[in-house]
């Protein structure tokens, strides 16, 4: 008899994911057998914990806040993304016993920018990328891997974006956080990575003034759905997407890794992890 594939998320806290109301949506929604567990883990478990789970059944797990670089040095294999992102949110259970260490956020990003508006081209012109956190890296790689032309990118804390340009290379061109306004007129698409504008963060207070109609603004904050960047950019004619995409697509490798069918991204999806 095969056995039922477990997989789950791992962090701390992990009562906020998202993702078990994703991965039960899909499961029900394919009639397909499975499970997929939220863990909350404290930090002396987490290498414990992951090394068990195969025992278990598990045949991986995603790993959420705030262990994604930790997992990198528990992981016996690490894919080239992962690599340079410095961050995994994927772990894999490979039949040979490894576990194998990868990132999907930014082809979440990609995948739902592409979703969203369908006519983005990446070599248009230049990118707007602000903030420079752990998730602004994922969206730099993929931007970049993409074949946006040049990044200008801006971050409160001028030495975290220069740590980003070393690592990621001269396509990607630093600003101060006062400039931030003044470059969205030459970008053809903008994105904050900041938590500016989420809800119970402080606003998103950059100037907007620049934007136009022809640009692609995308937002990664999905809580609201609807970030004032993206009301701003909507009223000026921008083609706008939201930061739930994102969320929802780079669940998609992994899901079909675990459970064998590639799932859709759909309006019932995003209905469904919202409800
Ligand atoms: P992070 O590593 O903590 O980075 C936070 C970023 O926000 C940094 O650039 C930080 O600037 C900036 N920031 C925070 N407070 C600020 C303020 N008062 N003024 C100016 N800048 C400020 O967090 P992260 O993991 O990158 O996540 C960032 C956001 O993306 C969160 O809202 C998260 O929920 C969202 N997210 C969404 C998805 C998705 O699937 N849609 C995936 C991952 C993350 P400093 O460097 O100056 O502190």
């Keep these: 008899m095969t056995a039922i594939p477990l997989a789950g998320v791992i962090g701390r806290p992990i009562s906020h994911s998202w993702s078990p109301r994703l991965f039960s949506h899909w499961l029900k929604a394919y009639e397909l057998p499975g499970h997929y567990i939220p863990m909350d883990i404290a930090p002396d478990a987490l290498e414990a914990c992951i090394r068990r789970l195969p025992d278990m059944g598990f045949v991986g797990v995603n790993i959420t806040i705030p262990y994604k670089e930790r997992v990198m040095d528990i992981a016996d294999m690490i894919s080239d993304r992962a690599t340079l992102i410095g961050a995994a949110n994927v772990l894999i259970y490979r039949e040979d016993g490894r576990i194998h260490a990868d990132n999907t956020d930014g082809y979440g990003f990609i995948q739902n920018l592409r979703q969203g508006a369908p006519d983005w081209s990446p070599q248009a012109g230049p990118a707007l990328v602000i903030g420079a956190g752990g998730a602004a890296r994922a969206v730099i790689a993929s931007l970049l891997d993409v074949g946006v032309p040049k990044i200008h990118l801006t971050n409160r ?12 290379g001269n396509r990607v061109q630093v600003h101060d956080w006062v400039q931030a306004g003044n470059l969205v007129e030459d970008c053809q698409t903008i ?80 209905m469904a992890v919202m409800a």
Aim: glycine residues 10%; hydrophobic residues 35%.
């Design 191 to 270: 994105v904050n990575t900041t938590s500016l504008g989420m809800t119970g963060k402080p606003p998103f207070r950059v100037p907007l003034d620049g934007l136009r109609s022809g640009m692609v603004v995308t937002d990664i904050v999905y809580t609201p759905l609807k970030t004032r960047l993206l009301d701003e950019a909507e009223q000026r004619g921008c083609t706008t997407v939201d930061g739930l995409g994102m969320l929802l697509h780079q669940a998609v490798p992994g899901f079909e890794r675990w459970f064998g069918r590639r799932p859709v991204v759909d309006e019932d999806t995003r």
């Design 157 to 168: 804390t001028r030495l975290r974006a220069d740590k980003l340009r070393a690592d990621f």
